[in-house]
């Protein structure tokens, strides 16, 4: 049978200068130790319908206006629509910063570079399609997945700094690891991974999903990919692939998921990036192995939708203005503390900011049919709950989520999650929407999911 499959794939190193503002933080760091490059890493699909580009950039967040400006460029110098884009951040915390939050400050200068980056990577990558076939699946690895979020001790109080309200629940309890009673919530274990290889046999692309929010085992200095850069260095070298190969390892549904593992801190090597080496590896292994035996498909069909939804932004009272323009009067922003003061003065300032956003958000969804594959995507920090629940309503599919793709919508809990309180629930322009956007988010994207799945 004559294939009618394409691929192609493409990376741009996007790596910043030295003395770049670095992170997403209660403050602003600044690069000054360089342990690996950063990348803009890109996908293009094309079948005998449409042509669709898969593109991962090792940054933190980028804004909703960013990545539509990206996208219409993109559109201009190589004609993929952009709702047949999938454009995402890997959320690595030791990147430029792009994205004002909290006391981080954006690197205006890299702000202006990184968009022709991620263009060219796309450009690339198009030029490089060829005849190719896929191969995808997965597996569970939870032993690198840990809730971050606490229930503890009745000894131990914490408060919302915007409400004042006693917290139910802790975000990495540091230093009052004797004080947990249980983690919150489960995880999601699933490894999932879409290998693409060119019909001549020379491997393509290799793109991962799992959804662990980053390592975090470098100093606070640091420019980095994390663990989404060792797995690729991995799995290229596992699968012997010569240099045109593009491992990219994507960030699932993990705003209350990390590695810090407060209930058993001596299970992983304390040395510097030791962590991230032993998951990167780890992750590749596994996916190495989930190849040998996967079956593959030379002639898939792509199939993509795609809405963009209206969500509130919850907006501060009158009342906590008026409290807010105080505090922030009365601090020094240049010599604060990140003390429980400090953020309550942290927190103060995010109400004033985000009280000049509109009183509503567009967010992005989007479900993608690879050949067998499904892939949907979410623009901010969904908890695992969300990725479980989707995936649960996909049972017997294979099905994964990428999240910080498409728009950036700060962190989205559970309705419920809001009651129990805790860091990523505290409104601020990293968690803007009001209460129950996650079950609107999810609900859509789960009728575009199926939609595609009835075209297959």
Request: glycine share 8%.
């Amino acid at each position: 049978m004559k294939t009618t499959f394409l691929a192609g794939a493409a990376k741009v190193d996007i790596t910043p200068t030295m003395g770049s503002n670095v992170g997403v933080d209660f403050q602003t760091h600044y690069a000054r130790f360089f342990h690996d490059s950063l990348f803009a890493k890109v996908l293009v699909l094309k079948d005998e319908s449409l042509t669709m580009a898969i593109i991962v950039v090792d940054i933190c967040i980028m804004s909703s206006e960013m990545m539509d400006s990206i996208k219409e460029e993109i559109y201009r110098e190589t004609a993929i629509e952009p709702k047949h884009i999938l454009l995402s951040s890997t959320h690595t915390h030791a990147a430029p910063a792009v994205v004002g939050l909290l006391l981080c400050a954006p690197d205006l200068a890299y702000i202006k570079i990184l968009p022709g980056l991620i263009v060219r990577a796309v450009i690339q990558a198009v030029s490089k399609l060829r005849p190719a076939g896929i191969a995808s699946g997965q597996d569970n690895v939870p032993q690198h997945v840990r809730c971050r979020r606490y229930f503890m001790k009745p000894d131990f109080v914490t408060k919302n700094p915007v409400t004042n309200r006693i917290d139910i629940v802790k975000t990495n309890p540091i230093g009052a690891e004797h004080l947990i009673e249980s983690p919150v919530a489960l995880t999601d274990p699933g490894l999932s991974f879409l290998a693409v290889k060119g019909l001549d046999g020379r491997w393509i692309a290799v793109l991962g999903n799992y959804s662990l929010h980053y390592v975090g085992d470098w100093h606070v200095d640091s420019i980095t990919a994390d663990y989404f850069g060792e797995f690729s260095e991995q799995i290229k070298d596992l699968l012997n692939a010569n240099e045109e190969f593009v491992g990219i390892m994507s960030n699932g549904t993990s705003g209350d998921i990390n590695i810090w593992d407060f209930m058993e801190p001596d299970r992983y090597p304390t040395g510097h990036l030791a962590k991230t080496k032993l998951i990167g590896n780890d992750l590749a292994v596994n996916i190495f192995n989930q190849i040998q035996k996967a079956e593959w498909d030379e002639n898939p069909s792509l199939q993509i939708e795609y809405n963009e939804i209206e969500v509130v932004v919850s907006k501060p009272t009158v009342a906590e203005l008026d409290a807010a323009k105080e505090i922030v009067q009365q601090n020094d922003y240049g010599t604060l503390t990140i003390d429980e003061s400090g953020i309550r003065s942290i927190y103060a300032r995010e109400q004033l900011l985000l009280n000049e956003y509109p009183d509503t958000s567009i967010t992005k969804v989007q479900a993608i049919g690879i050949g067998k594959l499904i892939i949907g995507t979410l623009g901010g920090e969904f908890f695992a709950e969300t990725g479980l629940w989707l995936k649960a309503n996909m049972k017997g599919l294979n099905y994964f989520t990428i999240s910080f793709a498409n728009s950036y919508d700060g962190y989205v809990a559970p309705a419920h999650e809001f009651e129990r309180g805790g860091y990523e629930t505290w409104r601020a322009r990293s968690s803007y929407l009001k209460a129950g956007s996650e079950e609107i988010i999810r609900n859509e994207l789960l009728k575009l999911l199926k939609t595609v799945c009835l075209k297959k």
